[in-house]
Every structure is written in C-alpha cells, then in structure tokens.
C-alpha cells in the first residue's frame, strides 16, 4: 500500500474515495465517508444512527465535531504537497439545530487561508434532504514537514 505521505494531499485524498487506501477508521466507526474532494474542499456524507444518541435520544454532538473536523481537515489536507503533513491546532462547532436519527447529512470543508506553517478553514453541516443549516465550524491546522514512516 503507498504511503500516503509520499502523495500530494489531494492525490491522497482521491486515492481514499477510489477505494485505493482505507479512509480513517473513525469516519467507519461513525458512519460517514469521504465523498468529494478538489483543491481546498473537502465533502463528507454521513448518517447518524441510534449508536452516536446522547442520554435524550439527539445525535451527539462529539458526531457533529467528528464530521466536521474531517471535513475542515481533509479541505486543508488537500493543499499539502508531498512530504506535508497537518495537524490540527483548534476547532470549533456551532450547533443550530438537532439532527433527526436517520438523516443523512452533508458536510462540506472550505479552505480560508493557507501559509507556510499554518491552514485556516471553514465547514457547514446540511441535511440532505432538507437542506437545512444543522452546524458550522471552524479550525487552525499546523503544517509541517512529514515525518519518515516508522520502519
């Protein structure tokens, strides 16, 4: 399997919708997937099911931030050239209204900013189905140089 490490982020993340490289494990774990990706975007799709309720029976909202901290992520992860790797420093979600158990939803990252050492993006999270406005968010990732594999 190619490292991913040694692809241009956006050659990475296209490898992980053609099916040529898992995608994360928890993006599994919680049911959404990584569906489109270009140059400082990044768009994923997901579902929330009956396992990600909090003690009321609502989604969670550890599942809005995991949704959309991979798709402001991924939105600077695209702009990496080879040997570029991210983290992220800060994210923020706000909530705006309760997503229904079922509903499959979209969350669609965009990059702000891009400099040497650091990637600034925007995200919002819409029903599919209704187009409905149910999250945004916000991050700062620093990049820096990737490094070696272990091994």
């Not at 705006?96 to 600034?120: C, F, K, N, W, Y």
């Not at 993006?121 to 149910?134: N, Q």
Request: hydrophobic share 40%.
């Amino acid at each position: 399997m190619t490292d991913l490490r040694s692809l241009a982020g956006l050659d990475a993340l296209r490898r992980v919708i053609d099916g040529k490289h898992p995608g994360p494990t928890i993006a599994r774990t919680l049911n959404f997937r990584l569906v489109a990706v270009e140059h400082g975007k990044a768009t994923f799709r997901g579902t929330p099911g009956g396992d990600v309720l909090n003690p009321v029976g609502l989604v969670h909202g550890g599942w809005y931030g995991a949704i959309l901290d991979s798709a402001l992520g991924c939105a600077v992860h695209s702009s990496l050239a080879a040997g570029e790797a991210y983290v992220t420093l800060e994210y923020k979600v706000n909530l705006t209204r309760a997503i229904p158990p079922g509903m499959q939803v979209e969350a669609i990252g965009q990059l702000d900013h891009r400099g040497r050492s650091t990637g600034v993006a925007t995200a919002e999270l819409r029903g599919l189905e209704d187009g409905k406005l149910y999250a945004t968010g916000s991050t700062t990732c620093m990049i820096f140089p990737a490094p070696p594999p272990k091994g």
